[in-house]
């Protein structure tokens, strides 16, 4: 941000369009479930319709994780329902699982190869051989049916993956044991069948589960807006409302221990109000009046009355719900490579499907061992974990960033900060408190301070630029009379100017005086040398042409910049600072920092080039700014991070949005990046390389010396590392976002687990 830039006055017409305009720029502001078949045999049971409606849900949830859609056709508003769905897609396949287990049980009991194998034996009685095929066909129709209905999307888009092969595999299973029945000297598959079966709904309710529970953090985001209001009404009484009737304007009282039920701001009442759950800062954040507040916060041992400026899907949390949605959403670069594989898997199955059953049909005459390797070979090769790899890492990253402070908008920018070469910080209000006070001021001998100050504070009387503030409360608190200004105009990264008692008045920064084309006294330009080198800032005050006045502006480092320098040394990544400021202030900062490379005097339009200039050196370049104002250089950096306060959630032009405004979630984000991407590279591994042995194993290279796997046992394996790639992708949620004990660098505080 350019200190020195000074603009119209800020419109707060939309405030959740950026932060506060610190370079004084004006802020202007399908689901579609497969259709019944209609050819589809009627022998399902119409107590199971209900639950096949929910199967075709359960199909288009399933290709839409595959494909990470996430179900935005309303456009990632209906929040409410989004973890409710899969919670209902989880039952579904776990009423499944345990109904098709229970009827599987007589097929177990009456299977004459596990009778033998185990050594027991059940009483017969007439008709008992009949129990098998019809229990089977049962399991078939009630626990198939979804893996049938889920792989027709896939067959329609020429996309054969997961689902496909698990519908091959059955089907053949099933075909193949309903022949055995019209040719009884062929051997059955029906308790391969329909432990198969059971096996796959175990797995998928066990998927469906980790899903519900990794986006956890959107159903929580849902729930911490309270579903009334009290309003006060004209004549001082309050009245129970729905939060969806509260308006904009509207005056709220929050009682002690309540939540806030809208984005507003404070008009009466003192409290300490609880907004981990937003920002993931972990102390209360004290609220006076002018203060804003965050709805779904909880209200302290205080009373407030808050003036609603924000409802619906304005506030900071439907902004944050969005965010995090589009972030789960968002194809990454590891997802698309894990897409990629899953598509060569069903190929690469299918052939070595093809291949066994040449070389079975060679080797042995035995048809029942022939189409046992097949669908063991089916089976194995099923890409169920693999479609589950990226898109669980995807989800407890995204929580677990929103928990502490972090909405990503970009997934690939966020697997791309674990690569960082360099990192570009905005100084102020970034590495600096963004707190401006005068603290010194030097004159011409023409004119007094008190009377410097009345006519800076004239001139910035319409702006909001931090110095502005600064200037203005100088001014009244040293009680000096401003006089009244006229034609304001705001050059834009040189100053500002208006009539001051028919005077033209000047106030800006060094490029004022270059665009003025003047220069000022010894006295001024010793005031100011002094002054650059204590890292302050010096703006001048020029009366008709001439430099009357020069005020010493003090910007505070804060504590992080310190901590956050050292954590991204230690990770090797060089650190720019990036400043309108003169080369003496930014050079004072920089070096009290230890910041590696300093680019000062930058106006505005010029940041992108900063940006551009270290990429062309074959860096990778990460931004750091408000989002706004830093717009273009945001955009133009690999990784586009928007730092600001909590209501700013809706920067447009950032990969990655930092909630609180602190400089230390950068580090913290470059960890995350780093840990989620150790984790998808797992559970690639797990998920895809064990097929690298189980393949050749279900197609009996090791026959000769009595290894062969059933279809049951490598359906088992199948949901094995279904399991394992779950359960990898859930210790994601250990990872310790704290920055490490490094030498100078005292232990982060703040941050928040992932559950």
């Known amino acids: 941000m350019d200190d020195h830039d000074h603009n119209q006055p800020r419109n707060d017409e939309n405030p959740s369009e950026g932060h506060p305009n610190h370079d004084h720029q004006s802020t202007t502001g399908d689901e579609t479930g497969s259709t019944e078949d209609e050819s589809e045999p009627q022998v399902e049971q119409s107590m199971l319709e209900e639950e096949a409606t929910d199967a075709n849900e359960a199909e288009q949830t399933i290709e839409d994780k595959h494909e990470h859609q996430m179900d935005r056709e309303d456009g990632g508003h209906d929040h409410g329902d989004h973890g409710g769905m899969h919670e209902g897609h989880e039952e579904m396949f776990r009423r499944r699982f345990f109904i098709s287990t229970l009827l599987s049980i007589p097929v177990l009991l009456y299977s004459e190869m596990l009778q033998e194998w185990l050594g027991f034996s059940v009483p017969a009685f007439p008709g008992s051989e009949w129990i098998n095929p019809i229990f089977a066909v049962i399991v078939f129709g ?30 053949v299973a099933f075909v193949y044991s309903l022949a055995s029945v019209v040719f009884p000297t062929q051997s059955a598959f029906f308790w391969e069948l ?50 969806s009737d509260l308006s904009e304007g509207d005056l709220v009282l929050v009682r002690p221990g309540a939540s806030v039920p809208a984005d507003g701001v404070v008009e009466e009442g003192d409290s300490d109000v609880n907004e981990s759950m937003i920002t993931g800062e972990s102390m209360p954040v004290s609220k006076e009046p002018g203060d804003e507040v965050i709805g779904g916060t909880i209200n302290g041992d205080g009373s407030l009355r808050a003036r609603i400026e924000a409802t619906g899907e304005k506030t900071t949390l439907a902004g944050i719900m969005r ?8 194809k990454s670069q590891t997802q698309v490579l894990a897409d990629r594989a899953a598509g060569w898997l069903f190929y690469v199955a299918v052939a070595a499907a093809a291949v066994t059953a040449v070389g079975w049909t060679i080797a042995a005459s035995n048809d029942a061992a022939v189409i046992e390797r097949v669908v063991t070979v ?19 990253n995204t ?62 009387g319409d ?17 000096v009379s401003v006089p009244k200004a006229e034609g304001f105009e705001a050059m834009k990264g040189r100053g500002v100017r208006a009539r001051v008692s028919g005077d033209e008045v000047y106030v800006g ?41 020069a005020f010493a502006m003090a910007d505070v480092i804060r504590e992080e ?133 189980a393949i050749p194993l279900a197609a009996g290279v090791l026959a000769p010396i009595g290894i062969l796997l059933s279809p049951a046992i490598g359906a088992l394996l199948m949901s094995l590392s279904t399991v394992i790639v779950a359960i990898n992708a859930q210790l994601l949620r250990r990872v310790d976002l704290s920055i490490p004990s490094l030498p100078g660098v005292s232990p982060a505080t703040g941050t928040q687990p992932a559950d």
């Open 463 to 479: 702006s909001e630029h931090m110095i502005a503030r600064a200037i203005r409360e100088a001014a009244a608190e040293r009680g």
């Open 378 to 396: 089916l089976v194995i090769a099923c890409p169920h974990a693999l479609g589950l790899a990226i898109p669980l890492v995807v989800a407890i």
């Open 399 to 460: 929580s677990l960033a929103a928990r502490n402070g972090m909405l990503v908008r970009d997934r690939i920018a966020m697997e791309e900060a674990r690569n960082l070469d360099a990192i570009i910080f905005d100084k102020t209000g970034t590495l600096t408190e963004g707190e401006h006070g005068v603290v010194g001021t030097e004159t011409a001998d023409s004119i007094d301070d008190e009377e410097a100050l009345a006519l800076a504070a004239a001139v910035e």
């Open 142 to 171: 009630y626990g198939g049916l979804p893996f049938l209905r889920m792989a027709i999307p896939e067959l329609r888009d020429r996309s054969p993956g997961m689902m496909t092969l698990i519908s091959m595999a059955i089907s």
């Open 323 to 330: 965010l995090v949605e589009e972030a789960q959403g968002s």
């Open 561 to 693: 910049s310190y901590r956050v320098v050292d954590a991204l040394h230690e990770l090797d990544i060089e650190v720019a600072m990036l400043t309108g400021d003169s080369r003496d202030v930014a050079n004072a900062v920089a070096d009290e920092l230890g910041i590696d490379t300093v680019f000062a005097e930058v106006l505005p339009e010029d940041k992108d080039e900063k940006v551009q200039e270290l990429q062309n050196q074959g860096k990778l370049v990460a931004m750091v700014g408000d989002g706004v104002n830093d717009a273009p250089a945001l955009t133009r950096a690999d990784v586009g991070i928007a730092i600001g306060s909590g209501t700013d959630v809706a920067v447009q032009s950032a990969d990655v949005i930092l909630v609180q405004n602190n400089p230390m979630d950068v580090a913290r984000l470059v960890k995350l990046s780093k840990a989620s991407y150790r984790k998808m590279q797992e559970n690639i591994v797990w998920a895809a390389g064990y097929n690298v042995f």
């Open 509 to 549: 920064g060094p490029n004022l005086l270059t665009y003025l084309d003047t220069d000022v006294s010894s006295d001024l330009r010793r005031f100011a040398d002094e002054a650059g080198e204590n890292g302050q800032t010096v703006v001048y005050v020029v009366r008709n042409g001439e430099p009357i006045a």
């Open 194 to 243: 329909v432990t198969l079966i059971d096996i796959m709904l175990l797995g998928h309710w066990i998927e469906m589960r980790s899903v519900r529970r990794a986006q956890s953090a959107l159903d929580e985001l849902a729930q911490l807006m309270p579903d009334t209001a009290e309003r006060i009404t004209d004549d001082g009484e309050t009245e129970e409302v729905p939060v």
